[in-house]
């Protein structure tokens, strides 16, 4: 963060984001520019399609004369890679949450690591972690893996962790739906991404099903390729407003936070956006056992499991129900 001061102190930047502007890590980073620069001005759009916020920054950027010294660039910086000649003469900060060649070729397996498009995409991040002053990572582990991959200037590298939205995410009463009451509620939620292992949580909660007095709720678009267990002991639901996401969170006894998948490298070196929410709101929770979820501490009592086993993470749920069953007796 240091390293950061120094180059943000007094300095008017200019920050551009692909993602839409509400995105958790675009209010981080706004909020650290805000607190340490002389000004921040901001290139986003509202537009729905990814294609036309994407057109439409790239027509302001092609129209910018303001002179900036600092050029941050919170999500997705190879996407505004022809533009980075024309930032010559300021300095570079991107926010390198996401590797293209990682995240389609390595995690959702999209383009085989041999073809010539895979090639394209490990270019395109290479390109521009060695044109960037700084480059910022959500993990240790991540930036680690970024610098081997990519042959990356270590002393480039710094990491900045997810931060939850405390004015939504805070610790608060318990309040049970009165058909709650007597159950031990375990809560997943997530965009449902493969690195994120909901396989692994769906085939322990059909596992469960004879544990009547355990209740699982699962908040996310689950599509079809996952097979839902149908059964008494669990909920679906697609989508939830953060502030409603925020009371079924406080009224849960367990959060399953992972990652759980045992297959994708990426689940090794990142910490899950919804473990930073579980511990703003003093939740206990299951991680997956990673170096990164051990670089911060999220809880002094949560739980590790091994990524992807079923097994494992079963008994740690009835290991922690079990626990609470005492505390309360």
Partial sequence: MQTLKKYLCGKKVLFI???NIDYIRNIQ???????ESASVDIIYS???SYIE?????????????????????????????????KFKKQKIIIDFFISVYDTLVNDRKNFSDRSLISRF?????????????????????????????????????????????????????????QDLMNKYVVLYFGSVLPLQGVDVVLDAIKLLKN???????????????YSKPVQDNVEYIDWLEQKELAEYIANADLCLAGHFNGEIDKAKRTIPGKAYIYAAMHKK??????????????????????????????????????????KII
Avoid at 29 to 35: D, S, T
Avoid at 127 to 147: G, H, L, Q, R
Wanted: charged fraction near 30%; proline fraction near 3%; hydrophobic fraction near 40%.
């Fill in 17 to 19: 984001t692909t993602k």
């Fill in 29 to 35: 980073e706004i909020r650290i520019l805000k607190n």
């Fill in 46 to 48: 509202g537009k729905k």
């Fill in 53 to 85: 916020r994407i057109i439409e920054i790239w027509w302001k950027l092609l129209f910018l004369n303001k002179n900036y010294d600092v050029i941050f660039i919170g999500f997705a910086p190879q996407l505004l890679a022809p533009f980075f000649p």
């Fill in 121 to 177: 995409f490990h270019s395109i991040d290479s390109y521009v972690i060695k044109k960037a002053d700084i480059v910022v990572t959500d993990t240790k582990a991540d930036a680690e893996y970024f610098i081997e991959e990519f042959n990356g200037n270590s002393n480039k590298f710094k990491t900045i962790y997810l931060e939850a939205d405390k004015a939504i995410y805070y610790p608060r009463e318990q309040r049970k739906r």
């Fill in 211 to 225: 544990e009547k007095d355990i209740f699982f709720q699962v908040i996310g678009p689950i599509s079809k390729k």
């Fill in 285 to 326: 929770m299951i991680l997956g056992e990673n170096r990164a979820n051990h670089e911060i501490n999220l809880g002094e009592n949560n739980s590790y499991v091994k990524l992807g086993s079923v097994n494992s993470l079963i008994r740690e749920i009835i290991s922690c129900k079990e626990l609470n069953t005492k």
